[in-house]
């Protein structure tokens, strides 16, 4: 891969240069809240590591968008949802999870609005430092090395620039001036210093190598009970993970109609009472417990088993976000260790 | 827009007329419908156990199992039971209307390991309606399988589906049909009285190495059906099941009939009687 050197004085000029590929997004403050949005000038970006409270997963399956429209005549698909973007400040874990949620969306049959939402974005990869609750170096997702365009490594006095497609070279040569090729020993000795003052900075860790047999073995552990009795199945710890993809899809007619409308596809979670209830009133999943337990199941043994390796990129969100403290973390620690956690 | 054109889209439903429509039962009612475009409705290739998305715009989509079979090609079969707000407002579709279909989803049975040998199908319920497609299946290739079994159970005659046909297809003498009411509500039951398993008696001597089991019902009649199936020592992988969950896209991305690391929908809902054992969920 090549990877060229950049002074920091020209970041904003080659940032906002990017508009002819795209629309802008990152990470920006809205209300008060950090997020992925269009970016209009520099200073909105937010480049500085903190995580945005949804992750990337937003702009690649959307909350809720409109699948179809329909009328007597039949359905229509609405790929209204499509724009050309370059999402700039995405971190290592953001791009992993992006490239988890490829395995099930882009496998045959490609889910074709994930797949042009994807076609048409260019992801700008920058650095982090770790926050409180990253787990991302226990996940091996601290680093990337596939999935972006460009990749910004930040340190201080210069940024190393990975190159990760061809499309991202053509960025390169917009401003060919502000990249140098000569990555000198010095320069290489910086960025192994960065990576190991990252290494030590991190609080947190844990060795999810051997959560698939811990899940396997605790099938019938009384943990998922504890923690079912305190789970709120409210369902965040879902709609801030990077990797999880459920959906729900529903048909919404147009006012004062019954036969023109729309049929929408939103965000769903395992966690609700509802998920796996069929017509007729059987609930296969009647149980919080049995929910959650699906949950860390999918999460931490069956992604790797099918995959490779665990669905969760240790973006630390649940960590933050469950008001009951249910995460990977805690129930990881708990089954491991056969005891619930200290109230 | 040019960042839109031609795109596959595996979620777009196709028009499809519903040619004719029966009631079974109470509430259970008998639909054939065929693709608008004639050239789809042949080219619809399936196999026994698949299911397809049924829409209603306006309504919604959920799955149904196919029950009609693809040696006879051209027009879909199903058997559906009303029960929810999609079912409420097919139930309401006039002979002509227009519904929309589309599929065919998940793996089927598995033909391979009934071919040349005996097979024993047993249906509960409602669970003869998947079952249908593979009984008609055998019987339109009937020279390719040796002894054919088929055990229904219903709660009671008024309970029971297909009556006409499956009294019809008892006549024949290549197909050895047993069929049982839990209980007798009419007076005028022939058959035999009793849950589905105490058909298992009238059975003649099976042998277990040549035996294929297939099996659908209510979730309660798998334990006793399979208890009956080992104890005629049928191999685990030879029993085959197909299960219900909820599924919301059919083809593997919306999540809601995960379990383990299969999706009910691409990995079944067939599943063998050895994969219940390894995915403790399954049943």
Sequence with gaps: ?343 | MSLSEQIENPFLPEPARIVRQYDLIKDHRFFQIRFIDMNRAMSFDYVPGQFAMLSIPGVGEAPFSISSTPSRPGILEMGIRRTGNLTRALFKKKDNDIVYLRGPYGNGFKIEPMVERDIIIVAGGLGVIPLRSILYFVLDNRDQFDELYFLYGARNPNEFLFKNEFFQIKAREDIDCLYSVDKDTTGDWTENTGVVTSLFQKLPKIDPQTTTAVVCGPPIMYKFVIKELLKLKIPKNMIQMTLERRMKCGVGKCGHCALDHIYTCIDGPIFTYWDTLHFRELI
């Excluded at chain 1, 400040?89 to 994807?118: M, N, Q, S, T």
């Excluded at chain 1, 844990?206 to 009795?229: A, Q, T, V």
């Design chain 1, 1 to 343: 891969m090549r990877i060229l050197k950049m002074k920091p004085d020209f970041l904003k000029e080659f940032l906002m240069g990017l508009e002819g590929f795209g629309a802008l997004y990152g990470p920006k403050r809205q209300s008060g809240i950090l997020k992925y949005a269009p970016i209009e000038s520099y200073d909105e970006l937010v480049l500085d590591g903190e995580n945005t409270l949804l992750p990337l997963k937003r702009l690649f399956h959307p909350m809720r968008f409109d699948m179809f429209r329909f009328d007597s005549r039949g359905f229509e698909a609405d790929y209204s949802i499509f724009e050309k973007r370059v999402i700039i400040g995405v971190h290592p874990c953001e791009i992993h999870g992006i490239l988890k949620l490829d395995e099930v969306f882009l496998v045959h049959p490609p889910d074709p609005y994930y797949a042009g939402l994807r076609k048409n974005s260019a992801i700008i990869g920058f650095s982090c430092l770790p926050a409180e609750n990253a787990l991302c170096r226990s996940t091996g997702t601290d680093i990337v090395a596939e999935g972006f365009d460009l990749f910004f490594v930040d340190l201080t006095d210069f940024y190393l620039v990975w190159v990760g497609s061809s499309f991202g070279y053509d960025m390169i040569l917009e401003k060919e001036d502000f990249f140098d090729e000569n990555v000198t020993h010095e320069d290489i000795q910086i960025y192994i210093e960065w990576r190991e003052k990252r290494n030590r900075m991190f609080k947190k860790s844990f060795n999810f190598r051997d959560m698939p047999d811990i899940i396997e073995l605790s099938y019938k552990s009384e943990i998922w009970d504890y923690f079912g009795k305190k789970c709120l199945s409210c369902g965040q710890c879902t709609m801030v993970c990077p990797t999880c993809n459920c959906y729900n899809v529903t048909d919404v007619l147009d006012l004062a109609t019954e036969t023109s409308g729309r049929r929408e596809r939103m965000w769903d979670s395992c966690m609700f009472a509802d998920y796996s209830l069929v017509a007729g009133g059987h609930n296969f999943r009647h149980a919080r417990a049995d929910r959650l337990k699906l949950w860390y199941t999918h999460k931490l043994k069956a992604f790797a088993h099918k995959y490779g390796s665990p669905a969760c990129v240790g973006c630390g969100r649940c960590v933050e976000t469950c008001p009951v403290d249910i995460n990977v973390l805690t129930v990881s620690e708990a089954l491991t260790s056969c005891e619930v956690p200290e109230e």
